[in-house]
């Protein structure tokens, strides 16, 4: 008898299984000053592996946000559009955006959260889940969604990157939320026969916030964005100083036309911004050239790195580890070596 | 006893134990774990949240009442609690865990954080965690926690700034690209970033001290909390091995094989 109704209720459930609503995610589109963020991009196409509609949430003030809107329409890949303004989105706080995206989920009509692992995303969709009673899992680097048993497969990097684990959030995960790396994933490119819906969302007010934003200082270069350049020249401790950093590294890096990246022992001692750390638990970078300089190669520093094309190392150390890793390593005094390089490599 | 005009703060500091940072995990050949007899250690992260708790006091002195580290873990565990209570927390609380099971997820930590919040008779006025932990790298507890409390959390701090009279904290936050200031009221969740400070080694009177410090002890089924996990962990494998190309004799070797590859000058 007790077995019968065990089989009974497990065939209900299969059945609920199988007409399972196929997938409907949500990707936060984030933008800076109406600038669409490419690592969102990149989210967007991982929501698009899952093989369903794809609505984008963009949400700040209402200066910028039209025209993030209507660059987002163009966006292959994106069903529609939603957004929303208010003056309290100015500057974007956790504390005053979930309460927007908890009222958004409450419908179900989402199936998954996706959004690139950026500090704000980072901040933000963890906090929402719990909400939802929601685990939540971050920088994945493969999306894979079975609409017949309503689950979706990930994989990770963990312990640093030194190992892959593949995760499958079943169905009694009712929103599976979920952040990108987004050098796994190509950006999504914008199409002219692309238009999307576009429909605007009431703001969730937040009366009495418990946070304020005071200000936000921006490292300022000319140089591409570290996360996005396709070519990176990274610099570590054995720099010296912040002065001897700046002028062998950026010749280099401009000469190349190259974004500037740093290990952590480099940011620690300040050669270098901190906002430039590539690692584990800086940014991780994938660029068709990253050219470590002066920098031996900790776990920690790999993490960050090894995905990407071409490394090349330059150290004066030949039993450091970063050339296990690097397809082109010379052994050399940096300071002899670079400054020759840069002459050399110009035209 | 002391009049006080405000109440005085009360510091959760909630630590992992994870496979130390310097030692490469070893996948095992069945694919579905990991060679765990391995050192093991404070999670780097979780070092930098109490030092900032010891530091909070060394600044307010008496206006910090409590600190109190906690752990969700095995019963070797409590050798990081025992690192914490060195290092200059107060008392302790171990949810211990089998040895066998596995790591808590996110949100199962949150909520055992917010059932050990509510059961705090003085209450509890921050918690300080780390951003993330090096072994899942998840990175996402202390969001969680902030979002079950409805509490204001600040993450990636790099620099924290206690007014205890108007019960906020000014606190400098570590974004894409730079930095960013925020106002923060109490009760507050932060969570620390590398930057934030330098952790200090417990001198060997202080382990022998910490040794004499209170230990609670709770059973996940003393808190009401399950440590199903909620994500079936399919596989874990090695990720693709590079190989090193091998090492060039001078730069103008090393030109010619950046403009073999392709790379010039910009």
Redesign the interface.
Known sequence: MLRARAVLSSRTLSRSYATASPPHALVFLEH?QGVLDSGSLSALTAAEQLGGKVTGLVVGASDHVQGVVEKAKKLKGLTSVLHSTSAQYTEL???TV?PLLEKLLSDNLFTHVVSST???A??????????L???????VTSVEHDSSSNST?FT???????????????S??PIKFFTVRSTAFAAAPSQDSAEADASSLEPVEVTDS??????????KSDRP?L?VAS?VVSGGRALKNAETFASTLYPLA?????AVGAS?AA??AGYA???LQVG??GKVVAP??YMAVGISGA??HLAGM?DSK???AINKD?DAPI??????????DLFE?VP??VQ???? | MRPSPVRLLNILVPVKRAVDYAVKIRVNPQQTGFDLNVKHSMNPFDEIAVEEAIRIRERLKDAVKSIKAVTIGPPKALDTLRTALAMGADSSIHVEIPESAPSPEPLAVAKTLQEIIKRQKDGVDLVILGKQSIDDDLGMTGQMLAGLLGWPQATFASKVDIDVAKKEAVVTREIDGGGEEIRCRLPLIVTTDLRLNEPRYASLPNIMKAKKKPVEKFSPGDLGIDYTPRFETLKVAEPPQRVGGGKVQDVDELVAKLKEAGITAA
Do not use: C, M, W
């Open positions: 800076r706080l956790p504390e979930s950026s500090s704000f980072k901040s933000l969709l963890p906090r929402v889940a719990a909400k009673d929601a685990p939540a899992i971050s920088d497969t990770r990097p963990i312990y640093a990157g030194n190992a892959i684990a593949t995760v499958r959030a079943p009694s995960i418990p946070i304020q934003h005071i200000s936000t200082t921006l490292t964005d996360g070519r401009d000469a190349l036309g190259a952590r940011v620690d911004d901190n906002s584990q638990t068709e050239l776990i920690q090894k071409l490394i090349v030949p050339f296990q890793v690097a397809d082109l390593g010379l052994v050399a070596a020759e390089l050399k490599i110009k035209p």
